[in-house]
């Protein structure tokens, strides 16, 4: 049978026959539509969650939290470097596993601070009791804003620094950095980056409970003006075994996916110095963690077993959670979806067996005509892929238009929380494409077997039957 022969047929039978495929397409398009709705919800959630929440391609390993006081405990028990850290060679064995892509070693303050600062965005200065910082790679940063991430006193190790004894000698933004039995030298305010997780927890927490205005676009916009003070070596907790407490400044230089969620990131030389400086040598010799970047993203399981072996815990498992419970959900609704689309295929075969017993006396004429069997399977099989094919495109634009009520809904119903998206789905084009090809297969499988009645329909028996 030619092509044009065949069109013909289906598009006759699509106006003859219209009701019921239109009813058989009805499941077809509610499946596509429920399949394609769902999952797209499953990869706009999995989109936010796993990419800017708990982002799965990276993973922070630590030594095990049960072998050591804490961070907050050691402050109040005057600083140290007692905590279990992570030697080079584990990193080297690290860096040598074809699962990791980059090894960022990372280092905490081993003594206690506070911090004072935020009028230059918020009206008035903030004061924090205890500072949480980390020290990270500049290389695991990059490029956060038009200041360098590096140790200011980097800069003055070709003596172009200006001496001095006290801040007051320095132009503003500098400040004079004069450690205990040290020369001092003006500097710049020491670099840091903050989470956009601690950035969304103020603006849609914090701010509206206490009048403060949102900060997220502004820190961008005037992170060279957000600069603040802390006071190293002595907090709320307690005071540094060694050392005198001092003030430094710090000025924020940006949001990063890198930074630790609570609390500021600064380059790992300069708090290496500081932990040295009030915590003795052995604080700057190892490392408090290190935060690997996974090769390919379905490979953390490797590499969390390789830190295993060394005696390293993920410090933060709930990536890998998330992942696993959005995997499982969208694989239940999928299941549903799926059901959906199995019952409509058994819709269709009713429906084509009908039709082949209607049409059988003239199934048989085309026969006796000329046409083979294959002919006869050619033209059910066509008008079933028509259906399937025109009831998963339907299906796909009702998802789409649902996904822009459930957005909506989302922007006017939900209050505004951490890391709210402006939408939910995400509609990748595998996955119209996919839905397509769904709805043709399971049109195509309820087809199949009235087909084949149709292309054995004997043609001297179904005409003798006109007599």
């Known amino acids: 049978m030619r092509l044009s022969s065949l069109r013909k047929l289906v598009l006759r039978d699509l106006v003859r026959v219209r009701g019921a495929l239109v009813t058989s397409g009805f499941g077809i398009m509610a499946g596509t539509a429920a399949l394609v709705f769902f999952l797209a919800l499953g990869l706009g959630v999995r989109t936010v969650l796993l990419g800017e929440v708990f982002p799965i391609d990276q993973v922070e390993l630590e030594p095990p939290k049960g072998s050591s006081f804490g961070q907050l405990a050691s402050f109040a028990l005057g600083g140290g470097s007692s905590a279990p850290r992570i030697e080079l060679d584990d990193i080297e064995k690290l860096e040598a596993s074809p699962y990791v892509a980059a090894v960022y070693p990372k280092l905490q303050f081993s003594f206690p601070a506070s911090a004072r600062g935020g009028k230059q965005l918020l009206g008035r200065d903030l004061n924090t ?206 299941l549903v979806a799926g059901i959906i689309l199995l019952v409509s295929a058994s819709n269709i075969a009713y429906t084509f067996r009908v039709l082949v017993n209607d049409r059988r006396r003239e199934i048989a004429l085309y026969r006796a005509l000329g046409a083979t069997g294959g002919d006869m399977m050619k033209w059910l099989l066509a008008l079933a892929l028509t259906v399937g094919m025109a009831g998963g495109a339907v299906g796909v634009l009702v998802a789409w238009l649902l996904s822009l009520g459930a957005d909506r809904m989302g922007a006017t119903k939900l209050p505004d929380f951490p890391f709210k998206p402006d939408t939910f789905f995400d509609f990748p084009p595998w996955l119209m494409l996919g839905a397509l090809a769904f709805a043709a297969l399971f049109s195509l499988l309820g087809a199949l077997g009235p087909a084949r009645r149709a292309g054995k329909v004997d043609p001297a028996a179904a005409l003798a039957s006109l007599q």
């Not at 360098?148 to 190790?157: G, K, N, T």
């Not at 903050?194 to 509206?208: H, Q």
């Not at 609390?263 to 040598?281: C, H, K, M, Q």
């Not at 090769?295 to 953390?300: I, N, W």
């Open 129 to 334: 009791g205890e500072m949480i910082a980390d020290g990270i790679d500049p290389e695991l940063v990059g490029d956060v804003g038009e200041l360098p991430f590096r140790d200011p006193l980097a800069a003055c190790d070709d003596g172009g620094c200006q001496t001095c004894t006290s801040t007051k000698e320095c132009t503003a933004p500098q400040y004079c950095e004069a450690p205990q039995n040290e020369k001092g030298f003006c500097v710049d305010p020491v670099p840091a980056v903050v989470s956009r997780y601690i950035i969304e927890l103020f603006d849609k927490s914090i701010a509206p409970a206490h009048g403060y205005p949102q900060i997220g676009e502004k820190l961008l916009e005037r992170a060279e003006g957000m600069i603040f003070k802390m006071w190293i070596g002595e907090s709320y907790l307690g005071q540094a075994k060694t050392g005198t407490p001092r003030w430094v400044h710090t000025r924020v230089v940006g949001i990063s996916d890198r930074a630790i969620d609570i609390g500021i990131t600064l380059p790992i030389d300069t708090v290496r110095r500081w932990n040295v400086e009030f915590s003795g040598a052995k604080a700057g010799e190892a490392y408090s963690s290190v935060m690997v970047q996974v090769a390919e993203k379905d490979k953390v399981g490797q590499v969390v077993e390789l830190a295993d072996e060394l005696g390293l815990k993920p410090k933060d498992t709930r990536a890998r959670d998330v992942s696993v419970l959005l995997s499982g959900v969208m694989g239940l609704l999928a």
